[in-house]
Every structure is written in C-alpha cells, then in structure tokens.
C-alpha cells in the first residue's frame, strides 16, 4: 500500500526511473527506442513500458541481461543502481518515499478518539476499560513483526475507553478504529511492603506526541519502576533459573515490543533521562549474563547512552547510526531515532543480531586467577579506545601531517591534546576509581596506550 502511494507520487514510477536512466528522454518513451541501461555495452538494449492497468507502473525491460534478468519495476530499478539486496526492500521505499515527500502521517481529523465529557458523578474516580483480546486491532502501530502474543508478556492489554477525572469533570477517551488504545498494568511492591498497582495508558497515534501516555492508580514514589522486570523474571524462571545470554534496555515500551518479537528480553525506565541506578543494574544481572542498553540516538539519548555507559562501566552499549537511519523520517516528520525505527527500517532478525553484536562496555580489562593463585589482568585495546572515545577523545584528519592528530571534545569546547594528555587522562582516572595497584601498574605499562605515532581511536573527519 505505501509502495502504491510512493508510485503514485512519482507518475506511475516514471520518475523514479527517469532519475535513475537520464537516457530516457521523450523519444524513447513515445517511441519505443532502445537506450542503454549498463554504461558497459556497446549496443542500447533496454526499453522502457507504460502501466498495463491502473493498478500497474512503469518497467523497465534490459533484453541484454538474457532471458532471466533484466526486468525491472521502478522499485526493482531502484534497488538494482544502489546494489541493494532484499534485505534492503523497506530501506528503499522509504528512501523513495523521502524523496517524492510521501509520508503515512498522523492526521488529527482521522487519528482521534471518540470524545464524552460530562459532570463527574460524587466519588467517581479515573478508570480503564480493557478488551478481552487484540482481536481487530492493528498492531502495526507497534512495530513490523509485533503480535499478540509479545504484547500480553510485557503485560499489554487493548483497551476500550480510558476515563479521567478532573475539576468536576468526567472524560471518557473512547478506542476507533483508526485510534487504538492500550494499558499495561504494573504491580510492585512499597516500602511498607504493601502491594501496589498502576496502570499505564498508551495512545500510539495521539497527534500531541506528549499526550501520548497515561498513568491511573499509585505510581512508586520515588518513580523507581522497571518496566519488563516480571516478564524478565519469568523468562528467567521458564529456563530452569537460568540466566539469559543477553537482556537489553531501551528508551520505551514500543522499542521494548519490537526486541520481543526479534527474541531479546527488554526492559526499561519511565523516562530515559532518569538513569539506570546501580542498584537496579545488579538486580538486573540476576537474571542476564549481559545487560545492553540501546539509547535513542538524538542529542538526549547519546547524552545519557554516554553517561550511563560510564557511570556503570560493565553495562554493554549498543549504538545506532544516523547511517542506520538512511536520514528517513517517521510518522510525525522527526528524523528516525530509536530502536522501533530501526526495526522499520531493518525488519529482519538478522539486523536485530548484528546491532547487538556492536555492543561494548567500557570496562577496558578483565581479570583471572593464574596458576598460582594471583590475580592478572588483560587490557583489551577496543575497550580502552571506546572508554576515551566516551569521555570524549579522538583523533581529527590532519593530511599535512603522519602522526595522529588527537582532539578532547567537551560539549561544543574543541581543544587539541597530545598523546600523553590521554595517558595522564587514563592514569588519573585509575587513581580516582581505586583499581588495585596492580591493573594501574598493567594500564601503564601496556603497549595499547595513545602514543605519538599511530592510533586506533576513531577518527573525526569534521567537528560539524
């Protein structure tokens, strides 16, 4: 469907194929002639054909390519010039999509709910409505391969109205079909040691973005909540107490659905600014060998991905790119940022595993006993080069010059270092932390250090 609607917008996919064939002209579409399609053959062999039907779109036919090859649909043609495989298929309608300035946007006249507003009865209080099963809904508001099924783990229920109280006022919010609604009950435990419950309300296609959620009943106090913990728990239960290779934190509840439904068991905060305690790590680790965040990648989100990849420097990070995101945008017109866009974007379990596998910590040594029961440490050279990288050094393309160029980066200060400023950076750092004198001696005498002649940190080509 957003393939027709980008077809569409593109007269038939025409213009997609003019932009990628310029020797397409007027001619050899009124005239049937050939043109040349590859730069490498001799003789033009390639035609070009209008729609059968309204429902069809341009091809492209390259007789040169054999029996077997050669016919292209506008989105084919597309795929074939940028050397995109299948896997890349949802990459490319959004990216043509972008161009041709299609996008499936929220409209505030159609993505609505029913609306009763009325006097509030004495004593009435905020109430939510669920249904008895997903059934009908559109889930897709959730991610690609999101189901029922992920859902009800994380303790997602569709819900049929959701009522509000407020200076004598009764609002009912009712679902519609181009308005789903849905509530997640949570259940903890007070400081009393009483159990509590609040309830969760979400509204996916709220066209005020910051009226997306909804909260009914007795959040904790002090805000300290781990969505997903339960779910984390009973997965961790299910496999006989054993604990999970990996459980991944993430910025929100549909980045949390959508690493469901690729496998990976999620959790995550009320907000990502609030941080993740270190306490609440170590209750996490109960349950999971590794813990990798994924935080969103705007300027908040890198923000705080750095400063809790620091603060507990076993947690593993793993960083999306502005490249992952091919510069495409969502639904509300922002650029995409955060785990439920990639999986868009990505929507293959594969991608889900290759993130993942990008993951690192910033603890740059691990231990073991020898056989004579000493400890010794071994500096990994990645781990250190990530550590310096967070606390914000690298080096800069200097061409005039062979030796590594380093730069401190410090909010928008710029400033340049040498090799030994890193050094003394990493030597003061292992005073401040107390590591045993031992690892100090180890950092320090390692050949992994920045030195003055070559360099592993990554390299900036521009400080835009």
Not at 281 to 301: F, S
Request: charged share 25%.
């Amino acid at each position: 469907r957003f393939l027709s609607k980008v077809y569409e917008a593109s007269n038939g996919g025409l213009d997609i194929i003019t932009d990628i064939c310029p020797a397409i002209t007027d001619t050899v579409i009124n005239q049937k002639k050939a043109f040349k399609l590859r730069s490498n053959e001799k003789t033009p062999s390639a035609y070009v054909y209008p729609p059968k039907d309204s429902s069809d779109c341009w091809h492209v036919k390259d007789y040169g390519m054999g029996d077997n090859g050669g016919y292209f649909s506008p989105i084919d043609l597309f795929m074939w010039e940028r050397g995109y495989g299948q896997d890349k298929f949802r990459i490319a309608v959004e990216e043509l999509a972008e161009k041709f300035g299609v996008q499936e946007e929220l409209r505030s006249s159609v993505n609505k709910p029913d609306i009763e507003q009325r006097d509030a009865l004495a004593g009435e209080t905020a109430q939510v409505v669920l249904l008895d099963s997903f059934g009908g809904i559109d889930l897709t508001v959730w991610g690609t391969h999101v189901k029922a099924a992920h859902l009800e783990k994380l303790g997602w229920k569709a819900a049929a109205s959701v009522k509000t109280v407020k200076d004598g006022k009764a609002t009912i919010r009712k679902a519609t079909a181009n308005y789903p609604i849905f509530a997640q009950q949570c259940d903890y435990t007070d400081y009393q040691g009483n159990t509590q419950s609040f309830t969760k309300v979400y509204e996916p296609l709220n066209f005020d973005k910051r009226h997306r959620f909804l909260f009914v009943g007795n959040k904790p106090k002090d805000g300290n909540y781990i969505y997903g913990l339960s779910a984390l728990r009973k997965k961790f239960n299910e496999r006989g107490e054993e604990k999970l290779d990996v459980s991944v934190l993430v910025s929100g509840g549909s980045d949390a659905v959508n690493a469901l439904s690729m496998g990976f068991q999620p959790v995550w905060l009320d907000s990502e600014t609030k941080g993740l305690s270190e306490k609440d790590y170590q209750v996490l680790m109960k349950y999971a060998h590794r813990l990798v965040n994924i935080p969103d990648i705007d300027d908040t989100g890198i923000k705080v991905g750095v400063r809790l990849a620091l603060s507990i420097p076993t947690i593993y990070t793993s960083w999306m790119s502005e490249g992952d995101m091919h510069g495409i945008h969502d639904n509300r017109g922002r650029r995409c940022k955060d785990l439920k866009d990639y999986m868009r974007l990505h929507p293959d379990r594969k991608a889900m595993q290759q993130l993942i596998g990008r993951a690192k910590c910033a603890r740059f040594w691990t231990s073991h006993i020898n056989k004579q029961g000493q400890v010794e440490y071994t500096i990994s050279k990645s781990s250190l080069d990530y550590f310096l990288e967070l606390n914000g050094y690298f080096t800069i393309r200097d061409d005039n010059h062979k030796e590594p160029a380093y730069v401190h980066i410090d909010g928008i200060k710029v400033r340049p270092v040498m090799a030994m400023d890193l050094v003394n950076f990493i030597k003061q750092w292992a005073e401040q932390q107390g590591l045993p004198k031992s690892l100090q001696d180890k950092i320090l005498r390692s050949r992994d250090l920045p030195t003055n002649h070559a360099t592993t940190l990554r390299m900036l080509d521009n400080l835009d």
